[in-house]
């Protein structure tokens, strides 16, 4: 909200220095986003007095006004303007002074030049060369008491606070607000502004009638009557305030209107009395289906939910929203029907959003207004229309559902006041505090306040609201500090996160690099990577408001995140590229929330660096994956096994589940080229994916400690050729079932020549190692021979000679 | 028998063979081959046994004598050819120094990820666990047991994604847009002490530009305890901001208003880039905003089934990607989520 500091004066006496005010507002609470001055950008702009007016030799329509200048300096312009005089005082701008181009309305330099044939000692501004408004007719006459010489900044320039303000504080969305929260941080004293005025004639009930029909969204409806007005422009003073705080003025009613809106934060709406059907208004529901156009032109559909102004026969307008077209205040309008009332904020709300208009008037109502304040807003509006307007007030309001006069009244007590600071602040500063804000303290010996909340203040309804504002107003800088104490809690264990953190650790040291990608994706993507059965099976939960079609659907794989990743980074040459991410996918669960199950997936491309980084060697694959695979599992501690398997985006025969105990906990593979090419990816991509729930039980807490062997190992190599279908792991095992076997590495794999067609030939290194002695030849080469036995009958493999 | 002219031949041979072991084999060689157990040395010392006692004593030091001498001289010479061997990498196959070594793959963390663990970290270290929570909220934790009933204007301060999910008529599931739903959660089952932090993603209905984004990360915090008050609040959130922003740090606090906390407050750093003196960072405030926090509101306590006149608690949340943005210097939040390895490589 705009609050120009001029207008603010008027309610309170503002310090001198406009930042530090902006500072404590600020750290109240009251947060200025913005200091905005207008006239800041005149310079050489000075109030002069016009002495005496010349006429232009050459021109009709140009005069030579004198202008005084101070320090008994006169100067000559040309000036066009035809409301020129003798003794006015006027913004004179020098040679050299910035402007706005009168007519491109371009910021510009005011140079020497000759007018028709005479000289122009600089000139007389309008207030469009100010930059004040669009006016350009005439010069712009300054106030008579404006000192010659003065600086025009310091008769016309203004600070505007722009406040960026919460939605607790609907008071504050009002001059008078902020003036509040001004006096009460400078001690300054707040000056409320007068409401009286004379009434006249017939009494307001016996003019017109009002109706509430739905009193749960309208608590109270005050109505004035204005007769005999005059529609015309406002005062000047009133239309520089509105056009300050960013307001367009319109006419002295209309103006009057947002004029107390702005003062006091009430929203009010004139109607053409003559225009409200049986001068009855009714506040009501809407009927479904409705329509109403609006003061704005625009045209709405209703629905029930929406609160209706209306008279005897249709709606005039959508209360605390906008008002009706077919009762606006024209140049026509004699008797103005003035309204003030209270409307239920969350309805407000709702309406506002539900057709999308929000206005001045709906910003604060939606945020919950003193039921207090219809009557005191109407009185001030009431009362710049008879002195504005020319207008004749109606005895009395028309006053609907007043309601009793409840006061909040809130016990604070001192020791509540302490256990929340940690301070104790004295008796009378705590009254202090209060009352500067408007809050009544009575002390309660021996130990309480009662505090009488004011009317304005709806969101104070607990001592702890209290004993915010006391720490607000003290400056919660000026607390001390302290440190926790007491008891520390126990434990909790997370063991997902923990695992999850592993895991970064030990791919980032394997040389991966981490990303985070979006939860959200689109069909597309998903089905890329996903088989349609799978979609169909779980269907993804989906966004009712997407902020684009591209992360419509929360995700539930992360393979479509690493393949979109890894294709905006490849480039021109094969550098290597591996990346991983660990994050949620979202399982949709029958009314429930998606079950968000830790997932892990990475993916490799690109060519093997060279002794220099050159990207020149073995272009990665299925066991440039599977390293990393086994470097995390292995930093895990987990024991796992790959078996050949099938999945939509692995390509065949490059593809393994990867398991322990019996659990499948992942995948690894070669990505189908089906399925990079839908990535725009013309490489090969080896990926792989654990989901780190199934991992978790397979996580040693800790790794149990083996005793390190006493007696020497014997190490030996085995050659045996197998059909091709027989696997390592495979060969490993029947090795390793010999309990003399302590190990046995794979170390070559060979088929073609002299190796039979259909076979292969695998070497393994196999360590032996007995506990409690040490191992002969002779015990090798016996274990050697029952281990080539039982590969024989089990897999069929002979001994490579 | 060995004779004394064996013995001086035996030396003479000896030390010309090892004149010409060059290197550290030769010289193992000549060691085995006059000093080893199979050695010539050996054999002739053995030798010996067939001799007078008179002789057998005196050929038997000089043979001695014979082997102290070759050990001394291998010894030497060993050290010579070890110098030379050395002297000549010195000289012959001096390095290039400034060329790289063989790279390493160098794997790093997201920097989102490093910064939440200093966070985590500085956090832990003062006590707080952590508790994570479900991305996908019920309305229910995110707002109305935060204070925040439907069409409360405060719900303009989230901007909300919703599931496209409808339960009479209204919308019950979410994007979570803050953290603060997992405070509810934890209240719910664990009684005070309680200490936690809720690291995690949230989402905003929000436009994407150089400082906002739709998917964002936070960590909220929450203590609940006997004696807790706005004091212990301060001097957290100061700790907390010199840990991860440098001691000298000054720390500012504001009044602020979230419904879920009631003193509301915001805490502020100096610019550490201007320190105080109004840059493009701070907004020429001198002051930068880095979360937000206050006591938890009494209802909260309340409803969680403490006593509210007993405990009090206090939280606070911020965002990490603001964060990072500070520390790293990072101009546009929508570098996190881009994922471009040439600004990843960069952390």
């Given at each position: 909200?705009?609050?120009?500091?001029?207008?603010?004066?008027?309610?309170?006496?503002?310090?001198?220095?406009?930042e530090?005010?902006?500072?404590?507002?600020?750290?109240?609470?009251?947060?200025?986003?913005e200091?905005?001055r207008?006239?800041?950008?005149?310079?050489?702009?000075?109030?002069?007095?016009?002495?005496?007016?010349?006429?232009?030799?050459?021109?009709?329509?140009?005069?030579?006004?004198?202008?005084?200048?101070?320090?008994?300096?006169?100067?000559?312009?040309?000036?066009?303007?035809?409301?020129?005089?003798?003794?006015?005082?006027?913004?004179?701008?020098?040679?050299?002074?910035?402007?706005?181009?009168?007519?491109?309305?371009?910021?510009?330099?005011?140079?020497?030049?000759?007018?028709?044939?005479?000289?122009?000692?600089?000139?007389?501004?309008?207030?469009?060369?100010?930059?004040?408004?669009?006016?350009?007719?005439?010069i712009?006459?300054?106030?008579?008491?404006?000192?010659?010489?003065?600086?025009?900044a310091?008769?016309?320039?203004?600070?505007?606070?722009?406040?960026?303000?919460?939605?607790?504080?609907?008071?504050?969305?009002?001059?008078?607000?902020?003036?509040?929260?001004?006096?009460?941080?400078?001690?300054?004293?707040?000056?409320?502004?007068?409401i009286?005025y004379?009434?006249?004639?017939?009494?307001?009930?016996?003019?017109?009638?009002?109706?509430?029909?739905?009193?749960?969204?309208?608590?109270?409806?005050?109505?004035?009557?204005?007769?005999?007005?005059?529609?015309?422009?406002?005062?000047?003073?009133?239309?520089?305030?509105?056009?300050?705080?960013?307001?367009?003025?319109?006419?002295?009613?209309?103006?009057?209107?947002?004029?107390?809106?702005?003062?006091?934060?009430?929203?009010?709406?004139?109607?053409?009395?003559?225009?409200?059907?049986?001068?009855?208004?009714?506040?009501?529901?809407?009927?479904?289906?409705?329509?109403?156009?609006?003061?704005?032109?625009?045209?709405?559909?209703l629905?029930?939910?929406?609160?209706?102004?209306?008279?005897?026969?249709?709606?005039?307008?959508?209360?605390?929203?906008?008002?009706?077209?077919?009762?606006e205040?024209?140049?026509?309008?004699?008797?103005?029907?003035?309204?003030?009332?209270?409307?239920?904020?969350?309805?407000?709300?709702?309406?506002?959003?539900?057709?999308?208009?929000?206005?001045?008037?709906?910003?604060?109502?939606?945020?919950?207004?003193?039921?207090?304040?219809?009557?005191?807003?109407?009185?001030?509006?009431?009362?710049?229309?008879?002195?504005h307007?020319?207008?004749?007030?109606?005895?009395?309001?028309?006053?609907?559902?007043?309601?009793?006069?409840?006061?909040?009244?809130?016990?604070?007590?001192?020791?509540?006041?302490?256990?929340?600071?940690?301070?104790?602040?004295?008796?009378?500063?705590?009254?202090?505090?209060?009352?500067?804000?408007?809050?009544?303290?009575?002390?309660?010996?021996?130990?309480?306040?009662?505090?009488?909340?004011?009317?304005?203040?709806?969101?104070?309804?607990?001592?702890?609201?209290?004993?915010?504002?006391?720490?607000?107003?003290i400056?919660?800088?000026?607390?001390?500090?302290?440190?926790?104490?007491?008891?520390?809690?126990p434990?909790?264990?997370?063991?997902?996160r923990?695992?999850?953190?592993?895991?970064?650790?030990?791919?980032?040291?394997?040389?991966?690099?981490?990303?985070?990608?979006?939860?959200?994706?689109?069909?597309?993507?998903?089905?890329?990577?996903?088989?349609?059965?799978?979609?169909?099976?779980?269907?993804?939960?989906?966004?009712?408001?997407?902020?684009?079609?591209?992360?419509?659907?929360?995700?539930?794989?992360?393979?479509?995140?690493?393949?979109e990743?890894?294709?905006?980074?490849?480039?021109?040459?094969?550098?290597?590229?591996?990346?991983?991410?660990?994050?949620?996918?979202?399982i949709?669960?029958?009314?429930?929330?998606?079950?968000?199950?830790?997932?892990?997936?990475?993916?490799?491309?690109?060519?093997?660096?060279?002794?220099?980084?050159?990207?020149?060697?073995?272009?990665?694959?299925?066991?440039?994956?599977?390293?990393?695979?086994?470097?995390?599992?292995?930093?895990?501690?987990?024991?796992?096994?790959?078996?050949?398997?099938?999945?939509?985006?692995?390509?065949?025969?490059?593809?393994?589940?990867?398991?322990?105990?019996?659990?499948?906990?992942?995948?690894?593979?070669?990505?189908?080229?089906?399925?990079?090419?839908?990535?725009?990816?013309?490489r090969?991509?080896?990926?792989?994916?654990?989901?780190?729930?199934?991992?978790?039980?397979?996580?040693?807490?800790?790794?149990?400690?083996?005793?390190?062997?006493?007696?020497?190992?014997?190490?030996?190599?085995?050659?045996?050729?197998?059909?091709?279908?027989?696997?390592?792991?495979?060969?490993?095992?029947?090795?390793?079932?010999?309990?003399?076997?302590?190990?046995?590495?794979?170390?070559?794999?060979?088929?073609?020549?002299?190796?039979?067609?259909?076979?292969?030939?695998?070497?393994?290194?196999?360590?032996?190692?007995?506990?409690?002695?040490t191992?002969?030849?002779?015990?090798?080469?016996?274990?050697?021979?029952r281990?080539?036995?039982?590969l024989?009958?089990?897999?069929?493999?002979?001994?490579?000679? | 028998?060995?004779?004394?002219?064996?013995?001086?031949?035996?030396?003479?041979t000896?030390?010309?063979?090892?004149?010409?072991?060059?290197?550290?084999?030769?010289?193992?060689?000549?060691?085995?081959?006059?000093?080893?157990?199979?050695?010539?040395?050996?054999?002739?010392?053995?030798?010996?046994?067939?001799?007078p006692?008179?002789?057998?004593?005196?050929?038997?030091?000089?043979?001695?004598?014979?082997?102290?001498?070759?050990?001394?001289?291998?010894?030497?010479?060993?050290?010579?050819v070890?110098?030379?061997?050395?002297?000549?990498?010195i000289?012959?196959?001096?390095?290039?120094?400034?060329?790289?070594?063989?790279?390493?793959?160098?794997?790093?963390?997201?920097?989102?990820?490093?910064?939440?663990?200093?966070?985590?970290?500085?956090?832990?270290?003062?006590?707080?666990?952590?508790?994570?929570?479900?991305?996908?909220?019920w309305d229910?934790?995110?707002?109305?047991?935060?204070?925040?009933?439907?069409?409360?204007?405060?719900?303009?301060?989230?901007?909300?994604?919703?599931?496209?999910?409808?339960?009479?008529?209204?919308?019950?599931?979410?994007?979570?847009?803050?953290?603060?739903?997992?405070?509810?959660?934890?209240?719910?089952?664990?009684?005070?002490?309680?200490?936690?932090?809720?690291?995690?993603?949230?989402?905003?209905?929000?436009?994407?530009?150089?400082?906002?984004?739709?998917?964002?990360?936070?960590?909220?915090?929450?203590?609940?305890?006997?004696?807790?008050?706005?004091?212990?609040?301060?001097g957290?959130?100061?700790?907390?901001?010199?840990?991860m922003?440098?001691?000298?740090?000054?720390?500012?606090?504001?009044?602020?208003?979230?419904?879920?906390?009631?003193?509301?407050?915001?805490?502020?750093?100096?610019?550490?880039?201007?320190?105080?003196?109004?840059?493009?960072?701070?907004h020429?405030?001198?002051?930068?905003?880095?979360?937000?926090?206050?006591?938890?509101?009494?209802?909260?306590?309340?409803?969680?089934?403490?006593?509210?006149?007993?405990?009090?608690?206090?939280?606070?949340?911020?965002?990490i990607?603001?964060?990072?943005?500070?520390?790293?210097?990072?101009?546009?939040i929508?570098?996190?989520?881009?994922?471009?390895?040439?600004?990843?490589?960069?952390?």
């Amino acid at each position: 909200m705009r609050v120009p500091l001029r207008w603010l004066a008027e309610y309170v006496d503002l310090p001198a220095h406009k930042e530090d005010l902006a500072r404590r507002l600020t750290t109240a609470g009251v947060e200025v986003g913005e200091i905005i001055r207008t006239g800041g950008q005149w310079e050489n702009i000075v109030v002069g007095e016009v002495v005496k007016v010349d006429p232009h030799p050459n021109a009709d329509r140009l005069s030579l006004p004198t202008i005084r200048i101070g320090n008994g300096e006169e100067r000559q312009v040309v000036c066009g303007a035809p409301n020129i005089a003798a003794g006015q005082k006027i913004a004179y701008a020098a040679v050299g002074a910035r402007l706005i181009d009168g007519h491109t309305g371009e910021p510009t330099t005011l140079k020497k030049a000759k007018i028709r044939g005479v000289e122009s000692q600089g000139m007389v501004c309008s207030e469009k060369e100010l930059g004040l408004s669009d006016e350009h007719e005439g010069i712009r006459v300054l106030p008579e008491d404006s000192p010659v010489g003065a600086d025009v900044a310091e008769i016309l320039g203004d600070t505007i606070f722009d406040f960026d303000l919460t939605p607790n504080r609907p008071d504050l969305f009002s001059i008078l607000g902020i003036a509040r929260e001004v006096a009460a941080l400078t001690g300054a004293k707040f000056r409320d502004p007068p409401i009286q005025y004379e009434e006249k004639g017939a009494q307001a009930k016996s003019k017109a009638k009002v109706t509430i029909q739905a009193p749960d969204l309208c608590s109270r409806y005050v109505a004035a009557i204005i007769e005999n007005i005059e529609v015309g422009p406002s005062p000047d003073w009133m239309q520089e305030h509105l056009t300050a705080a960013g307001l367009r003025p319109i006419n002295n009613v209309v103006d009057i209107t947002n004029y107390v809106m702005l003062e006091m934060g009430q929203p009010l709406h004139a109607f053409d009395y003559d225009d409200v059907a049986r001068h009855h208004i009714i506040v009501c529901r809407a009927a479904k289906n409705g329509r109403i156009r609006l003061l704005d032109r625009s045209r709405h559909k209703l629905n029930e939910d929406v609160l209706l102004i209306a008279d005897a026969e249709r709606a005039v307008g959508i209360a605390g929203v906008m008002g009706g077209h077919n009762s606006e205040v024209t140049s026509k309008t004699k008797t103005v029907l003035l309204e003030a009332a209270n409307f239920n904020g969350p309805n407000i709300r709702r309406t506002s959003q539900a057709l999308k208009i929000r206005t001045d008037a709906s910003t604060r109502f939606e945020k919950g207004l003193s039921p207090h304040l219809p009557p005191i807003a109407a009185a001030r509006a009431v009362r710049l229309m008879v002195e504005h307007c020319g207008g004749r007030a109606a005895r009395g309001l028309i006053d609907v559902n007043p309601g009793e006069a409840t006061q909040t009244k809130v016990t604070l007590k001192m020791e509540r006041l302490v256990r929340v600071l940690g301070i104790e602040p004295t008796d009378s500063e705590v009254r202090g505090i209060l009352t500067s804000l408007g809050f009544g303290a009575r002390w309660m010996p021996p130990d309480r306040f009662i505090v009488r909340v004011p009317y304005w203040r709806t969101d104070v309804n607990i001592a702890d609201d209290v004993i915010e504002e006391i720490a607000r107003i003290i400056g919660y800088d000026q607390l001390p500090t302290s440190m926790l104490r007491g008891e520390i809690p126990p434990l909790i264990p997370q063991p997902r996160r923990d695992l999850r953190e592993r895991i970064r650790d030990a791919l980032t040291d394997a040389g991966m690099q981490e990303i985070i990608t979006y939860s959200m994706t689109d069909l597309d993507s998903l089905r890329k990577v996903l088989p349609k059965e799978d979609l169909q099976v779980t269907q993804p939960l989906r966004l009712a408001n997407p902020l684009s079609r591209q992360w419509e659907y929360a995700r539930t794989t992360l393979r479509h995140a690493l393949l979109e990743t890894l294709a905006a980074n490849v480039r021109g040459n094969h550098e290597l590229v591996s990346l991983f991410e660990t994050a949620r996918i979202y399982i949709p669960r029958d009314g429930d929330l998606p079950d968000e199950i830790e997932s892990l997936c990475g993916v490799v491309s690109g060519r093997q660096p060279d002794r220099w980084g050159r990207p020149v060697g073995d272009l990665a694959g299925f066991y440039e994956a599977k390293s990393r695979v086994e470097h995390l599992l292995g930093r895990l501690c987990v024991s796992a096994g790959y078996r050949e398997a099938v999945d939509f985006a692995y390509l065949p025969g490059r593809t393994a589940e990867i398991f322990a105990g019996d659990a499948r906990i992942g995948l690894i593979g070669e990505v189908h080229p089906r399925i990079t090419e839908k990535f725009d990816i013309d490489r090969s991509v080896a990926m792989f994916e654990l989901d780190l729930d199934a991992v978790l039980p397979h996580v040693p807490e800790i790794p149990n400690f083996q005793p390190i062997p006493q007696h020497p190992a014997l190490e030996e190599d085995l050659a045996v050729i197998v059909r091709d279908d027989v696997s390592a792991a495979h060969v490993q095992a029947v090795i390793l079932a010999s309990n003399l076997v302590r190990a046995a590495r794979v170390f070559d794999v060979y088929s073609g020549d002299p190796i039979p067609k259909g076979k292969k030939s695998l070497a393994f290194a196999i360590t032996y190692q007995a506990e409690g002695r040490t191992l002969t030849d002779e015990d090798v080469a016996k274990e050697r021979r029952r281990i080539t036995e039982r590969l024989r009958n089990d897999l069929d493999a002979e001994l490579r000679g | 028998m060995p004779s004394n002219t064996d013995i001086k031949t035996l030396e003479s041979t000896a030390l010309k063979d090892l004149d010409a072991a060059a290197d550290a084999a030769a010289l193992e060689d000549w060691r085995v081959a006059y000093l080893g157990r199979k050695g010539k040395l050996t054999g002739l010392l053995r030798g010996l046994a067939g001799l007078p006692l008179a002789e057998r004593k005196r050929t038997g030091k000089q043979a001695n004598e014979l082997k102290d001498r070759l050990e001394e001289a291998h010894a030497a010479r060993r050290q010579s050819v070890e110098e030379a061997r050395v002297q000549q990498v010195i000289e012959g196959e001096r390095l290039d120094v400034t060329l790289p070594g063989p790279p390493l793959p160098l794997g790093r963390l997201h920097p989102i990820t490093q910064t939440m663990r200093d966070i985590v970290a500085a956090l832990t270290g003062m006590g707080f666990q952590v508790a994570e929570g479900p991305e996908i909220e019920w309305d229910h934790y995110n707002f109305e047991a935060l204070r925040i009933p439907p069409d409360h204007p405060a719900r303009d301060m989230w901007d909300t994604l919703w599931i496209d999910y409808e339960v009479d008529g209204r919308r019950p599931m979410l994007l979570r847009t803050h953290t603060s739903p997992n405070q509810i959660r934890v209240m719910e089952r664990s009684q005070p002490p309680i200490r936690i932090i809720v690291p995690g993603k949230c989402y905003r209905f929000e436009a994407t530009d150089a400082t906002h984004e739709w998917q964002l990360t936070q960590v909220e915090g929450l203590a609940v305890d006997e004696g807790i008050s706005l004091t212990d609040l301060k001097g957290t959130l100061a700790e907390f901001a010199r840990q991860m922003f440098g001691r000298d740090r000054q720390v500012g606090f504001r009044c602020d208003y979230f419904p879920f906390v009631e003193p509301g407050m915001e805490c502020r750093i100096d610019c550490f880039i201007c320190r105080g003196a109004g840059c493009r960072t701070c907004h020429h405030t001198g002051w930068i905003e880095i979360l937000g926090a206050g006591m938890v509101h009494p209802e909260i306590i309340a409803k969680a089934g403490y006593d509210p006149e007993r405990y009090t608690g206090f939280a606070f949340g911020m965002g990490i990607e603001r964060i990072a943005m500070l520390r790293y210097g990072v101009d546009d939040i929508r570098h996190f989520y881009a994922n471009d390895l040439r600004f990843l490589k960069q952390f």
